[in-house]
């Protein structure tokens, strides 16, 4: 019986390698499946007078291959190169509105210099005059429709954020359940080799998502973490991304998740600069620093443009005899309070000095005794002990009683691009002289001049323009190169991966040839002890 026993262990050997070979056969291209062994050991021999007679052969386990720092590499670089990624894309399509030459503000903006000029030296000609207004209605145009595909490509990255959020909370209760299931089966004393290759697909595809981490637990569960630290999966509950707006300003979309801890139930805000890695990191820090610096860089142009103008524009005589009034118009700069203030305290922006201002919003908090002003472009912050108070060529005012804790949001600049519009169109209302002379063109020269003059810290308004557009271009190519880095690093980490876990077709099929020539070994040792006990049976007959 010995031999039928050792026989009978070779073919349920053979059988799971050749199972193991035909599972890595079949799943060849299953997305994150790892290839699977069945692991041999030799049974403990049998005493005898003659030594240890062999028993044959046992099946220990079936052993996927897989590396866990390898594994972690994948991870990490595909959650990089998707942020990186979105990133990028998104970027393109702002290079794409500044780098317009022919139709595009800097165009604009010198056909409207060049109007000025010649209309200075024809002060009284109609079609000069006209010249000037429509150039100026087409500068603020093109501001106008810079800004609003700004604005558009903003609403198109809110809901791709809502679209990410969805997907995120999708892979993070299938990694939940996984976790169960893993936890179930791990229970038996083997390893759910499958369940775990799944569970890593699904990592994988939540990494391209958002940045996580993962920590083991002793049930074979995994526990999931955001960048910021924050839990996404424990064990089999997960925590879901929820969607809502500021309380500071009730335009801009956020992300939170829910988090369960000892003091109650919910939901933590996260933060562009609190993610790190996969599509929802890229296209929050498009949405919440990109887009806001071009927005804000735009409307710091068009407030100093209109100011300058304005300032020279009132202080010459129309031809109607009258004095010049606001060339260009602008709408008011936005002060929004927390929706969470309990306080009356309302406040307004004016902007005393155009020269001053700087490319921000701005984030006033009070304590109760102070002020903080926070310039959110750098983090560099002014404290006050009252207001009104100017900062970066901007008044600050209060009206009302704000309680400690109380905050507000200010956006000086960031819509003024948006609503530039020239102040009227009657051509006869241009303000080209300095008295009722016809032919008075001294304030006309004065309004040409402003063209000339370094009005944005020390630069003139189409070297001002310049920078804004060297500036995108400077974010575009860091992000394309960041983009093209990562992905190959990724690349590069897939390619290790495929060489530990990756199914190798020419190698399974030699591996099933031999598998069967063992299998086929030890049914002919059956069949030999299948002789021999026939033949014993036949001598004692």
């Known amino acids: 019986m010995t031999l039928l026993s050792v026989g009978a262990s070779g073919l349920a050997a053979a059988y799971a390698a050749i199972n193991a070979t035909s599972h890595n056969i079949s799943n060849v291209n299953t997305p994150g499946y790892s290839k699977q062994q069945a692991v041999q050991t030799n049974m403990p021999g049998q005493f005898s007078g003659a030594g240890f007679i062999g028993r044959g052969v046992a099946v220990e386990t079936i052993r996927r291959a897989y590396s866990d720092q390898i594994n972690a590499q994948v991870q990490f670089t595909q959650s990089q190169s998707a942020e990186a990624s979105a990133q990028s894309t998104l970027m393109k399509a702002v290079d794409k509105l500044f780098a317009v030459d022919d139709i595009g503000v800097g165009a604009a903006m010198d056909q409207f210099f060049t109007s000025l000029t010649e209309a200075s030296s024809r002060p009284a000609d109609m079609a000069a005059r006209g010249a000037v207004i429509s150039s100026g209605q087409g500068l603020s145009t093109r501001l106008n ?10 609403r198109n990255v809110d809901l791709g954020i809502r679209a990410t959020v969805s997907q995120i909370n999708t892979l993070a209760q299938k990694i939940g359940r996984l976790n169960d299931a893993i936890a179930l089966g791990q229970g038996t004393g083997q390893i759910p080799n499958d369940l775990l290759d799944q569970r890593d697909e699904m990592l994988r595809q939540l990494n391209e998502q958002v940045g996580v981490s993962t920590l083991a637990q002793s ?3 995994l526990n999931v973490f955001l960048s910021s630290g924050i839990a996404l999966v424990m064990g089999n509950t997960p925590a879901p991304l929820s969607i809502s707006f500021d309380p500071a300003d009730p335009q801009r979309q956020l992300v939170g998740v829910r988090s369960t801890s000892a003091s109650g139930n919910g939901d933590i805000t996260l933060s562009a600069s609190s993610l790190s890695g996969g599509a929802l990191a890229g296209q929050m820090k498009f949405r919440d620093i990109n887009l806001v610096d071009a927005k804000n860089e735009l409307g710091r142009l068009a407030t100093a443009i209109a100011a300058q103008f304005n300032a020279v524009h009132v202080g010459g005589t129309n031809m109607y005899g009258a004095t010049g009034t606001s060339l260009f118009t602008l709408p008011s700069p936005v002060a929004y309070p927390s929706s969470l203030n309990t306080g009356s305290g309302a406040v307004s922006v004016a902007v005393s000095t155009s020269s001053a201002i700087k490319p921000s919003d701005y984030r006033i ?3 109760g005794t102070n002020y903080a002003i926070t310039r959110l472009q750098d983090g560099s912050q002014t404290v006050t002990a009252g207001l009104p108070a100017t900062v970066d060529g901007l008044t600050i005012s209060l009206a009302g009683t704000p309680n400690p804790g109380d905050s507000f949001q200010l956006q000086p600049v960031r819509n003024a691009a948006a609503g530039l519009q020239m102040g009227f169109t009657d051509p006869k209302l241009l ?12 304030n ?6 402003i063209a000339d003059q370094t009005v944005l810290g020390g630069l003139t308004f189409a070297q001002a ?14 992000l394309e190169i960041s983009a093209s880095i990562n992905d190959k690093l990724s690349q590069q980490a897939l390619a290790d991966q495929s060489s530990v876990s990756g199914v190798n077709l020419d190698e399974e099929a030699a591996n099933l040839i031999r598998y069967q020539q063992a299998y086929q070994a030890s049914a002919k040792v059956i069949a030999a002890a299948q002789t021999i006990f026939q033949t014993l049976l036949d001598m004692g007959r």
């Open 465 to 478: 323009f310049g920078e804004i557009t060297a500036k995108v271009g400077t974010v575009t190519q860091g």
């Open 444 to 449: 006309a020269l004065l309004l040409a001049q």
């Open 145 to 154: 429709q810079t800004v609003g595909l700004l604005d558009e490509q903003g």
């Open 431 to 442: 303000a080209f002289g300095q008295s009722n002379a016809v032919g008075d063109n001294r």
């Open 219 to 221: 049930d074979g569960s």
């Open 365 to 367: 908090d009070f304590d």
